[in-house]
C-alpha cells in the first residue's frame, strides 16, 4: 500500500508546475522515496487506506494534492502571490481547520524534542516554526499545515487519531519518523547519526 501511495504521489509531483521552472527534487526520486516511505512506515494501517483513497479521488477529480500541498503553503512563504491562487484551492471548513491546528501545535511541540535531543541533526533539517518561514524557506509547520490541509475529513480525523494515541503511549511521532529516515540512509540509529553528522562539523 505504502508503494501505491509513492507511486501516486510521484505522479503528481511530476506534474507541480513552480514558478521558477521544474525544481531539482522532482528528478530525485531516490529522496523523495525514501522521505516518503519513512513517514508513510509510521502510519496505522487505517489511515494508509484513507489517505490511499484520497489520492484516488483527487485524481479522478482531476486535482493534483501535491500541487495543492504546496500552494497552500504559500499563504505564509508568500502571500501575495497565495491570494492569486486561493480561490482554485479547495475550501477548508473551520471544523478542519481548528483540527490542523490541533495536530500541528502537537507536532511543533515533538520537533521541538527532537531539537534538543539532536541539534546536529535538526541543524541540517527544516526550521521547525512557521515564524521562521521565507519565500524560498519553508518550515516543518508550514510544510506540516500544508499536507494536512489536503487530506480528506476523514484521513484527518484518522491523523489526529494516530497521534493522540502516541501522545497517550510517550510516542514522538517526529522521531519515529526522523530514525526511520536516518536508518534508510545507513545509519544504525539516531543517535549513531548524530554523532556522525557531528563529526563532519
Given at each position: 500500500m505504502i508503494e501505491e501511495i509513492i507511486e501516486r504521489e510521484w505522479e503528481f509531483f511530476q506534474k507541480v508546475q513552480n514558478i521558477g521552472g521544474r525544481a531539482s527534487c522532482q528528478d530525485d526520486f531516490d529522496t523523495f522515496?525514501?522521505?516518503?516511505?519513512?513517514?508513510?512506515e509510521v502510519f496505522s494501517n487505517e489511515l494508509l487506506q484513507s489517505y490511499l483513497l484520497d489520492l484516488?479521488?483527487?485524481?479522478?477529480q482531476g486535482r493534483n494534492m501535491i500541487m495543492e500541498k504546496y500552494a497552500y503553503m504559500m499563504e505564509s512563504t508568500d502571500p501575495t502571490y497565495f491570494l492569486q491562487i486561493q480561490n482554485?484551492?479547495?475550501?477548508?471548513?473551520?471544523?478542519?481547520?481548528?483540527?490542523?491546528?490541533?495536530?500541528c501545535q502537537i507536532e511543533v511541540s515533538m520537533r521541538e524534542e527532537f531539537n534538543?535531543?539532536?541539534?546536529?541533526?535538526?541543524?541540517?533539517?527544516?526550521?521547525?516554526?512557521?515564524?521562521?518561514?521565507?519565500?524560498?524557506?519553508?518550515?516543518?509547520?508550514?510544510?506540516?499545515?500544508?499536507e494536512l490541509m489536503t487530506?480528506?475529513?476523514?484521513t484527518l480525523y484518522l491523523y489526529g487519531q494516530m497521534l493522540v494515541e502516541k501522545m497517550k503511549n510517550n510516542q514522538n511521532l517526529i522521531i519515529e519518523i526522523m530514525e526511520k529516515?536516518?536508518?534508510?540512509?545507513?545509519?544504525?540509529?539516531?543517535?549513531?547519526?548524530e554523532?556522525?553528522?557531528k563529526e563532519k562539523e
Amino acid at each position: 500500500m505504502i508503494e501505491e501511495i509513492i507511486e501516486r504521489e510521484w505522479e503528481f509531483f511530476q506534474k507541480v508546475q513552480n514558478i521558477g521552472g521544474r525544481a531539482s527534487c522532482q528528478d530525485d526520486f531516490d529522496t523523495f522515496y525514501l522521505q516518503r516511505k519513512s513517514q508513510f512506515e509510521v502510519f496505522s494501517n487505517e489511515l494508509l487506506q484513507s489517505y490511499l483513497l484520497d489520492l484516488k479521488e483527487a485524481k479522478n477529480q482531476g486535482r493534483n494534492m501535491i500541487m495543492e500541498k504546496y500552494a497552500y503553503m504559500m499563504e505564509s512563504t508568500d502571500p501575495t502571490y497565495f491570494l492569486q491562487i486561493q480561490n482554485q484551492l479547495p475550501v477548508i471548513d473551520s471544523s478542519q481547520r481548528e483540527l490542523i491546528d490541533f495536530i500541528c501545535q502537537i507536532e511543533v511541540s515533538m520537533r521541538e524534542e527532537f531539537n534538543q535531543k539532536y541539534p546536529c541533526l535538526a541543524y541540517n533539517a527544516r526550521e521547525t516554526h512557521t515564524y521562521e518561514d521565507q519565500k524560498d524557506e519553508t518550515s516543518f509547520e508550514t510544510y506540516l499545515r500544508g499536507e494536512l490541509m489536503t487530506y480528506s475529513s476523514q484521513t484527518l480525523y484518522l491523523y489526529g487519531q494516530m497521534l493522540v494515541e502516541k501522545m497517550k503511549n510517550n510516542q514522538n511521532l517526529i522521531i519515529e519518523i526522523m530514525e526511520k529516515t536516518v536508518i534508510s540512509y545507513g545509519y544504525a540509529s539516531l543517535e549513531e547519526a548524530e554523532i556522525k553528522i557531528k563529526e563532519k562539523e
